[in-house]
């Protein structure tokens, strides 16, 4: 499986970092609201970065009216912006907030991971956002729980003579 | 009224990383290459001053409250009332990972389709009559239980009580 980014919630601290340098590289001007990669401040002082997930059957494909959207070989969701009329239904469709309109050009965009070298994974100063393959991130969390549960059991179950 | 939740127990100092139980579960599921419905993995511990290597099996546990099941954005993913079983619909499945970053556990596995897909307790299994999920079967150091709380916790109570008589009145006419 193809590199994705991977969000860490809990390390992110919500300096919107990855926010703004997405606008600034993409864009060539700073700003917030076209950035690709967004940063949501919820309560208290969680954060929720939302990028896009690069589906396999992505809803905004399905959505988009002039086909505009497509899966490419290496299963990235890619857009061809001439295409794009900016009619706003992959934005109104995407359950994660991921695709946005750009308003310099009026058409949708999302994230494109950069050809493979993300600006928002290199800037993020936390270290929450990962440019790693999923199967990866599924491998460090299945051993971190492990570890946790081995632990666990160390600490309290009534071990046998 | 007890809790029909069926889980899975493994008790660490019997499993000795044969991994019988990953072999039996890809025969019994038919998974393909990549995606390990069942996980035996390592750990380092340190206890009295020694390391030791333990062995933990590491399959789906189908949490009372799943993280995956309200990451979903489809409704995909699903817990069944009889037993507390949870399913993934690859019908309703957009292959979004976001339930592989929800999961305290990293279960989800995603294979050549890149949909999800994991343990699923060999469902098919219990509604065929039978008692025993594959792994189970497959176990032979008897490491991994599968049953409601109250089966598991009689079983390991019942263990406990053999080894102790065991340990009291050997193995002779007075330990049987």
Redesign the interface.
Known sequence: MEKVIVVNQDLCNGCQLCQMGCHLRKNDRSGLRSSRIQVFHLSGSENLVQTCNHCEEPICKTACLMEAISKTKKGLTERNESACIGCEACIAMCPFGAAVLDTDREVAVSCDLCSGNPYCVTICPTGALQFIEPQVEGLSKRQLAAERMAMAGRNKVYQLP | MTSRQKTLYVD??RCMNCRACETACKLENGVPA?PRWT?V?E?E?T?DGVDKT?F?P?PCLHCGDPACLKAC??GAISKRTVDGIVLVDKEK??????C??A????????GP???MEKCTLCVHRFDDGLTETACQKACQAEAIMVGTVDEISKAIRER?AT?SRN?LFGNGILGR
């Open positions: 660490t100092r990549g996980m993995t750990v511990v206890q333990m933990l590491m954005p489809t499945c957009i292959g979004c990972r976001q592989l970053w999961c305290q556990f990293g279960v989800p596995q995603f389709d890149n949909k406990y080894s340990q």
